[in-house]
């Protein structure tokens, strides 16, 4: 009996969720925010991103990379008087994600 990659599955599936995500969940939060705040919000997850990723080195860290982002935003937010939920925050960390491997290309 043959062994199958699942890894070329999971690739698969994480794309597959990251466009449910852009184009399902991403208009109803951004729906929630002003544009003002959003721009605010996307700019600070990209920073973050781009910490996180000199910060966390080497493969498997996307836990921590995720978690250092979303912590980071929410001080930013915080100090600034907004509220943000972590959903919005996971939404604009994909946009910087997919914005930063589009990059790389």
Known sequence: MEMVDVTQIIVALIGLLGIAITTLVAPLIKAKTTTVQWVNIVAWTQTAVQAAEVIYKGSGRGEEKRDY???WVKNEANKRGMKIDTDTIRVALEDAWKQMT????
């Open 102 to 105: 589009e990059a790389e290309v």
């Open 69 to 71: 982002v979303l912590e």
